[in-house]
Structure formats: C-alpha cells, structure tokens
C-alpha cells in the first residue's frame, strides 16, 4: 500500500516562493507517477503537475508553466514542488498523488483519480 505524507506549505507573499515535498513509500512497482493538484474554495481539482519514476519526465499545467518545478529524490523516494512567482490565484490545498504505471496519456486531467493521496497542505498567497 502506498503512503504519501506532505510537508510544506503555508502562507506567503505575492511574488515568493514555497517548496511542498512528498514522502512515499510502498510503491510495488518501479514505474510510477507522483503528481500534485490543487482545490481551491469553489473550484474543481486541478492537476498541477506530475513526473515519471522511471525517467524523470515532467509534466506542467499551463496554469504553472515556468513557474513551479517538480522534482525528485530517489534515494529518499520523496517528491517535491518547487513554487516560484505565486500569485494569490494558487491559493488553494494541495494534495501530492500517486499511481503505478506506466502511460501518461491525459496524465495532469488522471490525477484526481490517482489511487493514492497525502493528506493535502493548504497554501495561501496574500499580502
């Protein structure tokens, strides 16, 4: 069984920068997506951004494009989001998510349905 567990988060100033990890464990597979969305108040969920175990491959929204970079650490098995530039606009919890395989077709609109989720951190972006 896969187990997320988030840190980071918190409140910070338009235009600064967050940093969210996600600690996993329980992967029986080596092929495997860790991903993060985003709900925010009155909104759908969002899938920010995800990358691929095996080869490292990321994927943006548009919405985050250039500004938030997803990477990881294989030794710890820990996935992390780097938030640059936020804007009130991403105000919202995040949740890390997580799913074997191998096919990243339509992989950002799948991550709401991942099998398997942290407990979500809210980030706030106000002055």
């Known amino acids: 069984q896969v187990q997320l567990v988030q840190s980071g988060g918190g409140l910070v100033q338009p235009g600064g920068s967050l940093r969210l990890s996600c600690a996993a464990s329980?992967?029986?597979?080596?092929?495997?997506?860790i991903g993060w969305l985003r709900q925010a108040p009155g909104k759908e969920r969002e899938g920010i951004s995800c990358?691929?175990?095996?080869?490292?491959?990321?994927y943006y929204a548009n919405s985050v494009k250039g500004r938030f970079t997803i990477s990881r650490d294989n030794a710890t098995n820990t996935a992390y989001l780097q938030m640059n530039s936020l804007k009130p606009e991403d105000t919202a919890v995040y949740f890390c998510?997580?799913?074997?395989?191998?096919?990243?077709?339509?992989?950002?609109?799948?991550?709401?349905?991942?099998?398997?989720w942290g407990q979500g951190t809210q980030v706030t972006v106000s002055s």
């Open positions: 998510v997580a799913e074997s395989g191998n096919n990243d077709y339509g992989l950002l609109a799948r991550l709401p349905f991942f099998s398997s």
């Open positions: 990358i691929k175990s095996t080869d490292g491959s990321t």
């Open positions: 329980g992967f029986s597979s080596k092929s495997y997506f």
